[in-house]
């Protein structure tokens, strides 16, 4: 079997180099960009003046959409839609799975003459009602009031989904309950922009800014892995579960390192560009591509984008990378942890502010005024990240990110901040109370801010944080590869936004009783240094000693899913969550039980998976060798031969099927489990069922190394990993 599925990948990596060198597709981003998203540029030439600069109003004020307007849009999207082929039109949201949903409605509506038109009325763009009874609403519907509907979103343009022969309008939603609760990502995210943006803008208007509204600036980097597709529809876990839950390390590891920034291969290139030009065509800025530092792990970063829009583009991105893969014989797998002992996949979130002429509000700026004020809200971010650590941890954590955040490869689950050496001393110095110097020539002179050109090259960078500043954003690096990055945003946008109040509600007191904004600055910030830097770091934050160090600096260490995501319900997280009206309580307990829901579920499908395995791949493997073991001392014996090591080896061998038996059959008993809530299934499974899978895994994987190529049944690591 093994040697089936080696073969067949090899003939598709040859018939693959045939067709590229027979027809090689030349791809043309310059003209490809945007070509299939009902852009500005779109709307302005099809668009009535009026309708457009009213359509203009609500996407950067929120004003709200007239009936007529909403009509004339629909209008013109149809037509354009039907120009480029499309028959269908979707509502496109992001319900609590953490994957996108769709249902596609024909622009079709028949005419009372037996005819049929092309229809698309405003009422249709506006708002869609999917059967929404499956999607999870973590107990939020009750079955009375079980619908929901979609409500269109006209800050993310919509564009045109290519698949076959097949196109449809895509036109992204918002999803709520009739009751105005939140069922999806998107909503609470819109939320969370608006609330940090008020708070910023009263700390820009005391800068004397007259910046109306600022929004959060995301570009999320990914990493993923391309194996080929024999190999993965040859292996059940990678299908199901997303990741190999056998597989023994190969005798060539990632010990080289040969692979980091190294040539990328042909047929991966080709891929590549095609994921590139899908996504250009979708108005997705793609940017990056490189390998990553695992074998066959690549990764793909946009330029940065509004956070609303870049997480739309992220969906959007995760699926065309699956979606492509197989037009060229691989299979992509976003998973965090595909392979143990292989580095991990993870998504690192660039994150800032921007005002609404574009100002980056973390990049420090040429003179003292704009330093100020970048310090300013580079401390409100600190010590966002200090008070609402458990929060953020609990917005990456899932089975999957287990795997992967403090296993020596990825930032540990201990949440804190590199700030790099300049600005920890600088921050240091305003602590004390504006000493005269700083480090590298920077001063903080009396009254005079001057900050020194702070290193952007990546070089300097501690790949080891979970979060850090690189010169003119933050970047939250424990993201997973997997998840949306709607959450993470959510929870940044809330923590820093209560932060931003706090320290704009002090400035503002300090002001209005007679201080400068200079002496008001000067009086509050070493305050919030003091009380936030314990979560500065610049060390290695692999190592043992950081996590005794955050220990006694009193800093959380939530190892798993189940230790993180009570965080997410905590008082304080629910009054955060109320204040600024991001989500309410029911609405907030909702996603946590979704999120406990998710992880024992994953687990549980993981367990399953692997008893399948053990009982229908792995132990008839192991028996037909031990057959033939047994034959063959059998046969020297009858030969009148003594075969010692034979013998020996048909001992060891059987102790270690033996082993395999019983702890699979352990595994399958630690799944019957009825947990009394919730919480207490997750528990099982972090402390019972996790640790047998363990151990059938150490077993599985021992025999792997001894039973024959021929006849071990999946697909091997060093096969899957290094055949591209
Ligand atoms: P590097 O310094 O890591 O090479 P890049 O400038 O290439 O950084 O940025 C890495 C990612 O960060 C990209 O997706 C980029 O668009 C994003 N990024 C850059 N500036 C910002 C910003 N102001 N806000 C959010 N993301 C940003
Ligand atoms: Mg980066």
Redesign the pocket.
Known sequence: MGSRVLGEAISSIRDWAVTEAKEPRIPRPAEAFGSLVFSDEVQQTRLPKPVYHALRRTMTHGEPLDMSVADAVASAMKEWAVEHGATHYTHWFQPLTGITAEKHDSFLSPTSDGKAVLEFSGKELVRGEPDASSFPSGGMRSTFEARGYTAWDPTSPPWLLRSGHETTLVIPTAFVSWTGEALDKKTPLLRSMEALSKQAVRVLKLFGSTAERVVT?????QEYFLIDQYFYLSRPDLINAGRTLFGAKPPKGQELEDQYFGAIPDRVMAFMSEVETELYKVGVPV??RHNEVAPSQYEI????ENANVATDHQMMMMETLKRSAPKFGLACLLHEKPFAGVNGSGK?L???M?DDAGN?L??PGANTHDNIQFLVFCTAVIRAVNRWQGLLRASIASAGNDHRLGANEAPPAILSIFLGDMLTDIFEQIEKGGAKSTKDGGMLDTGVLVLPKLP???GDRNRTSPFAF????F?FRAVSSNQSIGYPNIVLNLAVTESIDYIATELEKAVKGGKTLDQAVALLLPKVIKENKQIIFNGNGYSKEWEKEAAKRGLLNLKNTVDALPQLVTKDAITLFETYKILNERELHARYEIMVETYNKTVNVEGQLMVLMANRYILPAAFEYQKDVAQSVAAVKSAGGKSVEGKKMLNGLTKLVDEFKRRTDKLAKTLEHEGASAEKHAKHFRDVVVPAMSALRETGDQLEVVIPHETWPLATYREMLFIK
């Open positions: 600036t995301c570009g999320p980097e940017k990056t970063a946009p330029v940065f690192h660039n994150w800032s921007s980056n973390l990049g952007r090259d990546a690189t010169g003119n954003k970047e």
